[in-house]
C-alpha cells in the first residue's frame, strides 16, 4: 500500500529537549510539507520541500528545522527554540499535475511538551 | 493573495437531513479549491476537489460542492447526514508562486455533528 507514515503516534518530552518527528512516503512524490494544527487554527505551514537536497521555510518556521536527504523522508525537528511546541503536527506529500494536486497526509504525531 | 473563510466553526444535523458546511475563498489568479476531511486524531483525507470545468463537484461518501464565482463560495452538501460522517471539515485553495511552489491556504475548520 502507498503512503506516508509518521511516526511516533504520541510524543512526550520535558522543555528544553529537541525532539524529531519522522515522515516516510512511499508514494514517490517530489513535494513533501510539514504543517502544525492547533485546536481552531487550521493547519499552518512549517517548511515544504519540492525536491531533494532543498527546503523553504513556511509561515511558522521559526524554532523548526528539516533536512530533506532522501526523497522518501522528510523529517522535523522541533528545537527547544520553539515557544510553544504542543500541538499535532501532520506531514503531507503531492505529486505532479500542478496546483490542482492534491496533498496526502499522513496520521500525524501529538507532541506535548511539558 | 489567498484566503479561506469558513463560516461556523461547529455545525448539527441530525441523522438523515442535509449537511451544508460554507466555504468562501479569495484568490488572486482563477481558483483550485479542496475539501478533506478529518476524523479525530488522524490526518486529512480528500473529499473532492475544483480545478476547471463543470462547477459541480462530486466526490466520495456522497458529498459535493459547487464552485459558484460570482459569490467566490464552495460550499459542501450532503442531502443525508450519517453517524459516520462527524468529523472535521477542511475547505481550502490553491494557488502557485512565483517560485513554481503550490501555496495551499487551509481554512479554520468545522466541526460536523451529527445527532441519532
Known amino acids: 500500500d502507498g503512503g506516508i507514515t509518521q511516526s511516533p503516534k504520541y510524543l512526550f518530552r520535558k522543555e528544553g529537549q529537541n525532539v524529531t518527528l519522522s515522515c516516510e512516503q512511499n508514494?514517490?512524490?517530489?513535494?513533501m510539507y510539514w504543517y502544525r494544527q492547533d485546536p481552531g487554527q487550521g493547519l499552518r505551514l512549517i517548511y515544504y520541500s519540492q525536491i531533494v537536497n532543498d527546503f523553504q521555510k513556511g509561515d511558522i518556521a521559526e524554532g523548526y528545522s528539516v533536512s530533506r536527504e532522501k526523497k522518501e523522508s522528510f523529517p522535523l525537528t522541533v528545537t527547544s527554540a520553539q515557544k510553544n511546541p504542543t500541538a499535532f503536527y501532520l506531514c503531507?506529500?503531492?505529486?505532479?499535475?500542478?496546483?490542482?494536486?492534491?496533498?496526502?497526509f499522513g496520521p500525524g504525531t501529538r507532541l506535548t511538551v511539558t | 493573495a489567498q484566503s479561506v473563510t469558513q463560516l461556523g466553526s461547529h455545525v448539527s444535523v441530525s441523522e438523515g437531513a442535509l449537511v451544508l458546511l460554507r466555504c468562501n475563498y479569495s484568490s488572486s489568479v482563477p481558483p483550485y479549491l479542496f475539501w478533506y476531511v478529518q476524523y479525530p486524531n488522524q490526518g486529512l483525507q480528500l473529499l473532492l476537489k475544483?480545478?476547471?470545468?463543470?462547477?459541480l463537484v462530486k466526490g466520495i461518501n456522497g458529498f459535493e460542492a459547487e464552485f459558484k464565482k460570482s459569490e467566490t463560495s464552495f460550499h459542501l452538501t450532503k442531502p443525508s447526514a450519517h453517524m459516520s460522517d462527524a468529523a472535521e471539515y477542511f475547505c481550502a485553495v490553491s494557488a502557485m508562486n512565483s517560485g513554481g511552489y503550490q501555496k495551499v491556504t487551509f481554512g479554520t475548520g468545522t466541526k460536523l455533528q451529527v445527532i441519532p
Open positions: 508514494l514517490n512524490h517530489d513535494a
Open positions: 475544483y480545478t476547471t470545468g463543470a462547477t
Open positions: 503531507a506529500s503531492r505529486g505532479p499535475g500542478g496546483r490542482g494536486s492534491e496533498q496526502y
